[in-house]
């Protein structure tokens, strides 16, 4: 009975950013470019890097034309103290980020850690807990140092699996006692959306069009990427447990594809919503949570003509070390119609609109509202997977400025937080073990598949802007209030409503 009346009692409840969003200081204290740093937003198709014949490599080349609002972001890099305090302000109890890999291991293959990036999140951590807030980390937010990408070619080369480990091992020895929670790859299975920013894949070794590097990526390099997360996935669970018995580490998925329903009831199109989660969710869900490489992938590779193949080791250790924790983003549904191809963002997949989702959010993104959707994806997720939960980003984005009070009164969020967290509630009644509810950009970020500032979802306002003006100054928004109340009263105010 007393789950009808609130949320369960340790119920984590925060907010969660990312360190090349909200950081800046892409250059400071040592650190090198990663991956994001070269593009203007992650979906871009044009990065900042050129291929220099000479070298034989691809190197950076900004684009004197283009505004990379992320290398100075929101400046958190210096402002972290006053703006965790500001979290701290609505009760959060938790509050995600990432490290910048680059900060720790600047061009990602130096033997020794950069020092001055270990001192800079011993002490953002230290002001979470000092502030009660449980840390949650993403090991990498689509931060592939860049160096990695053009002089190995990112996750197609099996290299980065020690590599990579290496820098994981560096932080799992420096923040024992620090950090419980550890996210892997941030939205990893976005993997064939966005190769160059979530698995870092760009083919070097003999680009097919050096003016194209994205184009010059091959699905076998791709799948070679896949192949060689899984197991450095599997590696870190083991490294996290050998290290720290306390550790809990998760994988990190985008499930907006979960909640991809058929446009009718032809059985082409609910054939077309299982090859979807198949193909957007569980070809990494299972390797990450069941231990195995799903049968339903060698049909797919044979006819995309491809080929992958795991040793025995491997697949011993993919078997033996799985996730402690399912984490996940939720953003919107969206359906499945065979006569219309599936489009792609950071919000999820997008196919053929459902004129049943009335409730849209306003323009420039108009994202479908569908709170349902994630009641829907919770539990499907908890039957497959039988893991503790975690909703580490569901958030809107909106265009929105200043009144003439010096603030904003955004009840549009307001709505679009209610009811998601009352269909937390919903799908916990259900039975679903989940665990918290962390919001994606409790403060205004540079937005990742934009680029841009203007798509804000804060419940505090940044004051800059998408030309890169602005005195950063911080306002709260009325959301900010409104959040703090469903905290304080953990979750009641929604459900008794
Ligand atoms: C997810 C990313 C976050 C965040 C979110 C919102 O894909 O994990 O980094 O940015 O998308 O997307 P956007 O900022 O493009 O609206």
């Known amino acids: 009975e007393e789950l009808r009346m609130s949320f369960p009692k340790n119920f984590l409840w925060g907010g969660a950013v990312a360190a090349n969003q909200c950081e800046g200081a892409w250059l400071t204290d040592g650190k090198q470019p990663n991956v994001t740093d070269v593009l203007v937003g992650i979906m871009s198709k044009d990065p900042g890097i050129k291929w220099n014949k000479e070298a034989e490599k691809y190197e950076m080349h900004l684009n004197p034309d283009k505004k990379y609002l992320s290398h100075d972001g929101i400046d958190f890099y210096h402002r972290y103290k006053d703006d965790l305090k500001l979290m701290a302000g609505m009760g959060f109890n938790t509050f995600r980020t990432s490290i910048a890999w680059g900060r720790i291991f600047p061009n990602g293959d130096e033997e020794k850690p950069n020092e001055a990036g270990l001192r800079f999140y011993d002490d953002l951590f230290d002001t979470m807990n000092t502030l009660g807030m449980e840390p949650v980390i993403t090991l990498s937010h689509y931060e592939t140092p860049l160096h990695l990408v053009t002089e190995y070619g990112g996750w197609s080369n099996p290299l980065l699996i020690n590599l990579w480990l290496r820098y994981v091992k560096a932080v799992f020895e420096r923040y024992r006692g620090k950090v419980k929670f550890w996210l892997t790859f941030n939205e990893v299975n976005a993997l064939f959306r966005m190769p160059l920013v979530a698995g870092g894949v760009l083919t070097i070794k003999d680009p097919k069009d050096p003016d194209d590097p994205i184009g010059s990526t091959t699905l076998q390099d791709q799948w070679d990427a896949y192949h060689n997360l899984v197991v450095a996935n599997a590696e870190t669970v083991k490294l996290a447990h050998e290290i720290d018995k306390n550790y809990q580490v998760g994988c990190m998925l985008t499930c907006s594809g979960v909640a991809v ?12 919503t299982l090859d979807r989660k198949r193909m957007d969710i569980y070809y990494f869900g299972d390797p990450f949570c069941l231990g195995i490489i799903p049968s339903y992938l060698q049909r ?34 969206t359906t499945f119609d065979k006569e219309i191809n599936m489009q792609g963002d950071t919000g999820g997949l997008s196919g053929r609109e459902n004129p049943y989702l009335t409730d849209k959010a306003p323009e420039p993104w108009g994202w479908a509202v569908d709170p349902k959707g994630l009641r829907y994806t919770l539990n499907v997720l908890y039957d497959r997977y039988h893991l503790p939960l975690m909703i580490v980003e569901n958030g809107v984005g909106l265009d929105e400025n200043l009144n003439e009070h010096d603030t904003i009164d ?9 009811e998601h967290i009352k269909n937390v509630h919903e799908a916990i009644l259900d039975g679903v073990d989940c665990r918290g509810y962390l919001y994606w950009g409790p403060i205004d970020v540079v937005s990742a598949g934009t680029g841009e500032m203007k798509k804000r979802y804060g419940f505090i306002y940044v004051d800059r802007f998408n030309d890169g003006h602005g005195t950063l100054e911080r306002k709260i928004k009325k959301s900010y209030y409104h959040y703090k109340e469903i905290i304080e009263t953990n979750g009641e105010c929604l459900i008794n409503k």
């Open 300 to 333: 797919v590779w044979d006819e995309q003509g491809v080929h992958v193949s795991f040793t025995q080791e491997e697949l011993e250790t993919i078997k033996n070390h799985t996730v402690d924790f399912f984490s996940f983003s939720y953003y919107r549904s």
């Open 261 to 272: 329903y058929p446009y009718n009831c032809d059985p082409e199109n609910v054939l077309g």
């Open 410 to 418: 955004d009840d549009f969020r307001i709505h679009y937080i209610d």
